[in-house]
């Protein structure tokens, strides 16, 4: 994906007719589909700063194991996780062993009560579990809905299992190391740059506008492989002091 072949496809996209990309709920090519993170809709309680967390375990240690690095748009960026308490799958035997785990039900469940919606009310009959969840039980590609435009590129990045995200990124599970490659590349980018919307003048990706309308590139079987080693490098290169891991 040279910066000859994203000239191309540049001129490809701006030098002719005008086309109008419309909204679409599906990809247009065969690739895995994208979709929001998580939205917990829980008034901020179950949500931690590191040195919070770590005061929660000290005075409940047995909540150790429910805790789950949370990143949204900023946290991606920065490299800098909250924590989210995820106790959707905890029974309730477990739940009673652990009162200060309940106070945040209990608080999580109040606030819900209190919305004005009538949909938020209803998720107070099960205040551990999230409005939306989507939790892969592979690894997933991660995407900022809003980043800088003074970046080269979105910033994009690969996650494990144990790591949850929430709806202000968009996550793309049962991706490849080709797929990461490919919407890093000059080609995404040029793409991007002329269909997302815009925050101010941040980019403002979208599924159904950027993603879902992609016109993804025939590669064959020795281009893929070296897509993926690119994508592979990115990783290697971007997210060094993490833990993240290594996409096959």
Same mark, same amino acid.
């Given at each position: ?20 990309? +419309?909204?679409?709920?599906?990809? *247009?090519? @065969?690739? %895995? ?6 939205? !917990?809709?829980? /008034? ?6 590191? +040195?919070?967390?770590?005061?929660? *375990?000290? @005075?409940? %240690? ?6 789950? !690095?949370?990143? /949204? ?176």
């Amino acid at each position: 994906l040279s910066s000859a072949a994203s000239d191309v496809y540049k001129r490809q996209l701006l030098d002719g007719e005008n086309v109008f990309v +419309e909204s679409r709920s599906k990809p *247009i090519c @065969n690739v %895995p589909e994208i979709g929001i993170g998580n939205k !917990p809709i829980d /008034g901020g309680f179950y949500l931690f700063e590191k +040195e919070e967390m770590e005061d929660f *375990i000290k @005075n409940e %240690p047995s909540s150790k194991k429910y805790f789950r !690095p949370w990143y /949204g748009s900023r946290e991606f960026i920065n490299q800098k996780p909250r924590y989210c308490l995820w106790l959707g799958e905890c029974t309730p035997a477990e739940l009673k062993a652990m009162p200060h785990c309940m106070e945040r039900v209990k608080a999580v469940r109040e606030y819900r009560l209190a919305s004005p919606s009538a949909g938020t009310v209803k998720l107070a009959d099960k205040p551990t579990r999230f409005h939306v969840e989507n939790m892969p039980k592979g690894n997933y590609i991660v995407i900022p809905k809003v980043s800088s435009e003074n970046r080269k590129y979105v910033p994009m990045g690969l996650m494990s299992p144990d790591m949850l995200c929430s709806d202000l990124v968009f996550i793309v599970p049962n991706a490849t190391a080709y797929h990461l490659g490919v919407l890093t590349s000059n080609v995404h980018m040029a793409w991007v740059r002329a269909v997302c919307g815009r925050l101010k003048s941040d980019y403002r990706y979208s599924k159904d506008i950027v993603y879902n309308n992609f016109p993804w590139l025939m590669h064959n079987e020795a281009q893929k492989e070296k897509i993926e080693q690119t994508a592979q490098g990115i990783l290697a290169v971007s997210y060094t002091h993490l833990t993240l891991p290594t996409i096959r």
